[in-house]
């Protein structure tokens, strides 16, 4: 009903939701679903393939992939893995589809977006952290100084935020892709949903890169294909909602709950005879101003943070260095 | 109207102003209020004298100020010295009270409660960080060491939350207290707020300790003089406001507004002929449960708390360090 | 030959060294050693019997454990566990011997001594924050919460060091044994050693607790069954060389080469003609009196002691969650 | 004596001074030095004037400041701050110099070089935090909106160090230097001294920028003019001194008193009638080898560190924020 009311979702999936609960077909969208009952891990693949598509959606066109897992999170080493390993073979796809032709001796760039201080932001830097860095001993050492028959150039850099440096995050990057010259860019980022539920049980990998208004911090400016020079592949994890996003939703179910209430069933009779202009206009004055600039993150935002960036930089540790997934 | 909803607050000052709102008067509780316009700096004053008085607040006896102030959070040096001198001076009101006929030589364990891994939970731990601790001196090179006529002994502990240390803080702090017997505990916490008008902004200076339920993380016992065996004063910031709350908040509004709306003024003559129980039970199951487990803060929480807790720790120095509040 | 110039070192095995290479026996003191070569472990252990064996050795009677690997340190997960599973072994090994009689439900406190602000002395820190506490767990839903037949009660403390609390760490953890009981405590500290070559590739296992003056920082007292009232088992690792140490040694070299060398063998013939105490009055003056407060440690210290952290915390995890020794 | 055994200083003023006790003259290089005794002040001007000059001191051509003062890292917000006046003052003199003609609207690039996980080396990532970044304000809106008449543009970056990268710090700087158009860049880095006494209270500053082999890390290549396209002024603080240069020292003295010895006089004839690249050779096999990769630093470096990382961010805020500094 609050439809036009911009809720704030990084997430390809759930903007594809907001059509599909109203059965709005949007074409050149695709949404595909599988669910692994054993490994509790559900992976949506939506595909934007046209400029229309891109339009309605709000995102540019390309290929977003996301894993579900209740187990995203837990302090199990071997849940972890299981699902770093997925995360692995997912990544390879677009990776490979972006540079086709090149399956050797790839030189990729990680770059841990976001602020370290704010703990829900920190998902980038720890990912960054916990790398195994490689570019300098192949360039030092040679190419089979890794010991392993492909040796791909890894680095990563930490940009920080833009009230950190005076910069923006992707005029840092640019300049250290143009030096450097990678093949392909990994950007990692913490990012807003729409839907609480998804807070640290969800990993977005799309080949679009990173977008402005991503999770807490403010990137003005995106890192894809055409700000870089190179193809990017952008990997997002849900730590906060918009503080403003949850008044939202909760006053969206009020006023459903209002329509179809028994015991306040005169209530529901008045506000179906208004139209959904009159009541948008009317919700969103309640929506206090000084929300914006809030999010909201669960308690032990700490240890998701740490788990989950623990798991990406294994499935990227286990993608370059220690090849398991085999075409 | 939603009064039942429990709505958690750490402040005095918030849950005096529920009643003020609704003209109930409070026997046993009183408040004043002063506005130094200069330093744009109101002190509210919470006495709650009786048992009647602290049982309708929901907080013990004693004496809770309250500063506010919009520069609390600024970056700007002599702001903050000047709301560290006023805290330094409400802080020595609430000492001297608390164990008069002792005025040297005061020996006093600062507490730095809370998480400092998550970024509006880290206050406390941030306090205790940047305060200078005397204790060891004193004890090895006797009470001129510091070369001061006073010598109080300064010692500091951060000891961590339950979910970093298996026990509670109190069980901790307690151990500490009777090992090294200080004269006074003072407990440093981030409190939740009620309102998110207040973050950032506020510090409540308490004679009473600190109790349960404050703040992002949970300690389940408090730190009283009952406890602990010696008096404690409260230093609390609010950082930030429980998700329901926010929620709660809007909806409260949102049904004030229906009740006085031209437009929805049907559904405003509907609502009025419920009752507040009724209102109430249907509002309660609106309130997402997992919202519950959720915190609401700013996304500059980083400068914000680095900022606060260095004038909390500056008052403290001043205070026991290099006292310029004289008598 | 310079034997009176006190040197410093916290490993049993290291003095006894001292009197191998005097071939002086001494009474009281047993010294065996293993090699396991596939493993590339080294186990060393000393056994100080009699009050004579304790004065001799300056250290007290018990048993030091010290286990060398060059592998210690390396980046390498499938080693660490394998180190991780001997630690865990020789651990068990003094926890049952001086906590006989009780095999089930042990509460453990793990104290992580050291500055977490100097990177050679924050192995106890780090350790201390990658363990699994269980004890608040298993204090509130029981002692089957762990899902576990046994159900022990592992607690942590990291109590930060007098520079910045004011306290001794002694008397920080004095307080919470009292205060919370454990059975036993595990105290991880930071350790000097005497040979650089030991360095980051050596674990000391004591059952005679942490003694003042070792590592980077100052522990002026003790922490022993006998201060504590509970056992105390050291885990101690080397990080750094007392500066005066690598001048002291390098200077015995250089005096025994002189009375051994061609080409300056009239030098020799002169130095020989001196006493010892001569000649060590004569370079007790050489080194420079600032070299005292002064450590030498690796460049890499901040890899290594991460890594060697992460093998502790999961020996002590392996120990008490997981039990893969079985007797 | 030793003269040949290459002892790693990145002071000019120590390298200046090894020629100075052997009464040497190095054309084209000037040594000035003033004394502030109340400011307990030293300033040391070595300016190298020629390519000769250049050669015999191992560093480039151009101008180093040397401060030295006791109170460098002393706890005293009012000393810290007479000698950030000083540095600022010192600075300006070396960026007009070298941005002549521009005096406006400067655009500075400040870089925090070393690694932030090992205290010693945490200084240049220490002084980025806590600098005043103020491109993106200007950028965003306007010259006029800071409040000043000058809006000189600030940004920072900390590139982290190679075994985290992956990359050269050079790279990263040069590619953010292309891309961000500074100036000049500001780059402050921890330096290794030769002389112990120097630690943590010195200061160079040099409009010569960055060069190979300093300090904790390793940079290979270096951030110059000529590398970085743009001024580049490196402000370095001697937090270690290389173990083997300590070593190397005290053997020195000890030679040196055995010359002179009274007790040992027929150890010092014998000494003395071997030349000085006997001598040489006959130490330099003394000197281990597993000394490389290991520095000296005292034990309280973590506050030395952080006082001092203060005070030059004081120095860079008072030149370009709120300019105390006037022709």
Chains 1, 2, 3, 4 share one sequence.
Do not use: W
């Not at 300049?175 to 977005?204: F, H, K, M, W, Y």
């Amino acid at each position: 009903m609050l439809r036009n009311y911009s809720v704030r979702t990084d997430l390809a999936l759930e903007e594809k939701e907001r059509f599909e609960s109203d059965n709005v077909e949007i074409s050149g969208v695709v949404l595909e679903e599988e669910y692994d009952e054993e490994k509790e891990l559900k992976v949506s693949r939506v595909e934007i393939r046209t400029e229309n598509g891109a339009k309605a959606m709000g995102k540019p066109a390309g290929t977003y992939l996301t894993l579900e897992s209740p187990n995203l999170a837990l302090p199990d080493e071997d849940l972890q893995m299981g699902i770093a390993t997925e995360l692995c073979r997912y990544m390879k796809e677009l990776i490979d589809k972006n540079i086709s032709g090149k399956e050797k001796d790839i030189s990729i760039l990680v770059v841990g977006l976001g602020n370290r201080e704010v703990t829900p932001d920190a998902l980038g830097p720890y990912v960054a952290d916990h790398l195994t860095v490689t570019r300098h001993i192949v360039k030092e050492y040679g190419k089979y100084a890794m010991g392993e028959e492909q040796s791909h150039l890894i680095s990563a850099i930490v940009p920080g935020v833009t009230g950190q440096t005076g910069m923006e995050s992707a005029e840092i990057v640019r300049g250290i892709v143009r030096e450097t010259n990678p093949d392909i860019v990994i950007a990692v980022d913490a990012l807003a949903a729409r839907n609480s539920r998804r807070l640290n049980r969800t990993v977005q990998i799309a080949d679009t890169g990173i977008h402005p208004g991503s999770g807490v911090g403010n990137h003005r400016s995106g890192m894809t294909k055409e700000s870089l020079g190179v193809p990017v592949i952008g990997i997002g994890v849900p730590t906060v909602v918009d503080a403003a996003t949850i008044v939202n939703d909760t006053m969206e179910n009020f006023i459903r709950a209002l329509e179809s209430s028994d015991a306040l069933k005169g209530v529901g009779e008045v506000l179906r005879s208004y139209n959904t202009g009159e009541k948008y206009e009317f919700v969103k004055e309640l929506i206090a101003p000084h929300l914006n600039g809030m999010f909201v993150t669960p308690k032990d935002i700490d240890e998701m943070v740490h788990h989950i960036s623990h798991t990406i930089s294994e499935a990227v540790n286990m993608l370059f260095i220690s090849p398991v997934i085999q075409d």
